[in-house]
């Protein structure tokens, strides 16, 4: 059965697979002490999943197996959307569609061919959002070993994939051991971290740029606005700078920006700022980028801008000093732009803005 399974899956498609018992994840407790210590931030819905996550009979009563999928996103397998960025820095992941939605999708495609194979047993997909802990069950399937960046790493394919995960009542027999733990001394990541979020394989979301970035719905502490330098939208370098990204990846991933061309990002920073948040979601609908609001995109935009000291961006910053949110961040964004600044010219403020 075993055998029918992986054949259905490759029929669809997915060649990165591999099998796991369900039961309470390896790292379960780590998990709880995780959230006790608060690292979480603001993400609350990581302490309700607690209790599936610990427990997958919840979500589906009598599931005995999932089926693991490690999708590669370099390159992106969807990278056509309505409107990429010239050169804002964002994460190698978000330069496409939303993998929640298209992802989702191909799993459960695969659930209806194996329910067509099956149909006396239960399928159910998860991607990302679902209560389940995605890196243990696809370390316990054999996709790769957990990283002191706390990615999940596949000696063969690096980090650079997304999880995803197919829950049955079906008994299916894991058989690909787990990945030894290939990172031995090295402590490239830690590092490299602007932020000093990493303990070996602990991360303080807090204190990461993805989550300051993409989940908070706070104003980034300012003790951390400079580290967060160039990135509007998520953070690789912990990942980027992994020897075992390098390997495979070789000249596709970057630490610093590529050369960037300062008006295209004056440009697509401009871009953010001077539209309402009405038309930013209805620009990247259809991209990762649909994951923070307008307001958010404007909070990060405003960081780099003071970061990358974009002087040509200084009255756009300023027309947001009234707003409630943004007011002491523009404060200090102008303090910043006028402690850097070498030259100024203006960009008008439009009245798109909300
Ligand atoms: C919340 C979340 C975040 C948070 C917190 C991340 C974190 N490291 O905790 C933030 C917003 C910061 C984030 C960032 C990113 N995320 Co995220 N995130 C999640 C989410 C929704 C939950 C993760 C979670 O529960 N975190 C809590 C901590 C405690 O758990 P954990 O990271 O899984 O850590 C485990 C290990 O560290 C392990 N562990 C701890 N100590 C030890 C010790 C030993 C010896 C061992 C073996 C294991 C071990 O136990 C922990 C619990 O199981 C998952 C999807 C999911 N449903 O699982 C995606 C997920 C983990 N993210 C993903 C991605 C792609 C990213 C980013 C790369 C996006 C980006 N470029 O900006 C970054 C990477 C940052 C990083 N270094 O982790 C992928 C990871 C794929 C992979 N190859 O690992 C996932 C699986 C989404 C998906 N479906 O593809 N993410
Ligand atoms: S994603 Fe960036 S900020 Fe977050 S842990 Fe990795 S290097 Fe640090
Ligand atoms: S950079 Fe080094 S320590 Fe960090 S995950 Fe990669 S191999 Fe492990």
């Not at 060649?15 to 210590?37: H, K, V």
């Not at 031995?184 to 394989?201: F, H, S, V």
């Not at 000291?309 to 303090?335: D, N």
Request: proline letters at 4%; a positive charge.
């Amino acid at each position: 059965m075993d055998h029918e399974i992986s054949e259905i899956l490759k029929q669809q498609g997915i060649e990165r697979f591999g099998f796991a018992e369900l039961n309470r994840p390896l790292t379960m407790d780590f998990y709880l002490s995780w959230l006790a210590d608060s690292k979480h931030g603001e993400m609350s819905y990581l302490q309700t999943h607690a209790e599936k996550k610990s427990n997958p009979q919840l979500l589906l009563p009598k599931a005995n197996s999932a089926i693991v999928v490690a999708l590669s996103y370099l390159p992106h397998p969807e990278p056509h959307v309505s409107k990429s960025f010239k050169a804002a820095r964002t994460a190698l992941y978000s330069r496409g569609k939303d993998y929640h939605h298209w992802m989702q999708a191909r799993l459960n495609e695969v659930c209806g061919a194996l329910k067509l194979k099956y149909p006396k047993y239960e399928f159910l997909s998860f991607v990302d959002s679902g209560p389940v802990l995605e890196r243990d069950l696809a370390r316990r399937a054999g996709l790769g070993w957990i990283g002191k960046n706390t990615c999940l790493i596949h000696p063969k394919q690096g980090s650079l994939f997304f999880i995803g995960e197919i829950y049955t009542n079906l008994s299916l027999k894991n058989d690909q051991p787990m990945v030894t733990d290939h990172c031995g001394t090295c402590q490239k990541c830690i590092e490299i971290c602007p932020t000093g979020a990493l303990a070996e394989r602990s991360l303080d979301a807090r204190k990461c740029i993805s989550y300051l970035t993409i989940e908070s719905k706070s104003v980034p502490p300012r003790e951390l606005r400079g580290q967060i330098g160039d990135w509007l939208f998520g953070c690789d370098l912990c990942q980027t700078v992994c020897p075992w990204n390098i390997k495979f990846f070789k000249k596709e991933i970057y630490l610093e920006s590529q050369e960037l061309n300062r008006a295209d990002l004056v440009s697509d920073l401009n871009f953010i700022l001077s539209s309402s948040n009405k038309m930013l979601a209805k620009t990247f609908k259809d991209s990762s980028l649909s994951r923070a609001s307008g307001n958010k995109l404007k909070r990060n935009a405003i960081i780099v801008i003071a970061n990358k000291k974009l002087i040509e961006l200084k009255e756009m910053v300023t027309s947001y000093q009234e707003h409630k949110y943004f007011s002491e961040l523009c404060l200090w964004a102008i303090k910043e732009l006028n402690d850097g600044a070498v030259n100024s010219h203006c960009v008008r403020p439009s009245n798109l803005r909300e």
